[in-house]
Nanobody, 127 residues
Framework: QLQLVESGGGLVQPGGSLRLSCAAS????????IGWFRQAPGKAYEGVAC????????KHGDSVSGRFTIYRDNAENTVYLQMDSLKSEDTAIYYC????????????????????WGQGTQVTVSS
């Protein structure tokens, strides 16, 4: 059973940066497709970025493309979301999620495809 733990959220000013971490224990995170999602108050889940297993492709949502980067550190068994040039509209609870996908398939930004979810970490962008 994959158990995910997010960390790294907090309060940051517009234009600032944060790095979120998604860690797992007892399993090799590189075997899983991992995605980052966010949910702002009163809004649906939004797919932010995803990474295919074993160094496959990654994908970023249109609203964060060029500002956010998903990447893996296999030695740390962690997937990171580097967030730069943050805007107030990035304020949300951020979740990492995972699923076991077909190795050669691209990752997807559809929440219902993910079977395992972390508890979330709050990101607030405000001056």
């Amino acid at each position: 059973q994959l158990q995910l733990v997010e960390s790294g959220g907090g309060l940051v000013q517009p234009g600032g940066s944060l790095r979120l971490s998604c860690a797992a224990s007892g399993v090799t995170l590189n075997d899983y497709f991992i995605g980052w999602f966010r949910q702002a108050p009163g809004k649906a889940y939004e797919g932010v970025a995803c990474s295919s297993s074993h160094g496959g492709m990654s994908k970023h949502g249109d609203s964060v493309s060029g500002r956010f980067t998903i990447y893996r550190d296999n030695a740390e068994n962690t997937v990171y979301l580097q967030m730069d040039s943050l805007k107030s509209e990035d304020t949300a609870i951020y979740y990492c999620a995972g699923y076991l996908g077909v190795l050669t398939w691209p990752c997807v930004l559809r929440a219902h495809d993910y079977d395992y979810w972390g508890q979330g970490t709050q990101v607030t962008v405000s001056s």
